[in-house]
């Protein structure tokens, strides 16, 4: 199986000070670069040949224009019959042509929440990012890509059952 992340790509142009400010439509669109995931990961992927591209560098933090980067090493994934990728959104408009079979893990927003808790990440981050991108979610899962537009749906409401506490789609 070939492996694509979809937060790999997240975007490296909007400063992140300037993402409130965008409607949850524009924080939607931007929020990845889909050209660089068709063309540098499932493209390449669906033609038999290894999909490279630089991932996002959360972990450097934005620079001094507000930006993240791009690791300097290339991630490489070799070809596979089968293609997973894996992150919310990724049953976008701007990639659905590519993808053949969306499947959405589900679980209530409260269920989803632990889980990120129970991973021990930093509270006043989470309280940004929940702020910044629950409204985005929101509208992606009632107006993009409802549940019933996914070829698969799985409840995962079991708090013992899995810790990644992320939504996913693949």
């Not at 959360?58 to 993240?68: L, N, V």
């Not at 927003?109 to 409204?135: S, T």
Request: charged share 25%.
């Amino acid at each position: 199986m070939a492996l694509v992340r979809l937060d790999d790509f997240y975007q490296t142009v909007i400063p992140e000070s300037e993402l409130p400010h965008k409607t949850v439509e524009q924080r939607l669109n931007g929020v990845f670069d889909w050209s660089r995931v068709r063309s540098e990961a499932l493209e390449p992927l669906r033609a038999g040949r290894p999909g490279r591209w630089h991932a996002f560098a959360f972990m450097r933090g934005p620079g001094e224009a507000g930006t993240y980067s791009l690791k300097e090493q290339v991630t490489e994934v070799a070809p596979a019959p089968t293609i997973l990728v894996e992150g919310a959104y990724s049953a976008s408009p701007p990639l659905r042509d590519l993808i053949d079979l969306a499947m959405l893990i589900d679980a209530r927003n409260e269920v989803r929440h632990l889980r990120i808790v129970a991973r021990g990440d930093d509270a006043e981050f989470l309280a940004q990012w929940h702020q910044m991108w629950d409204e985005v979610e929101s509208y992606y899962f009632e107006r993009v890509c409802p549940p019933e537009s996914f070829d698969l749906l799985i409840l995962n409401n079991d708090m013992t059952s899995n810790t990644s506490g992320a939504r996913s789609t693949d």
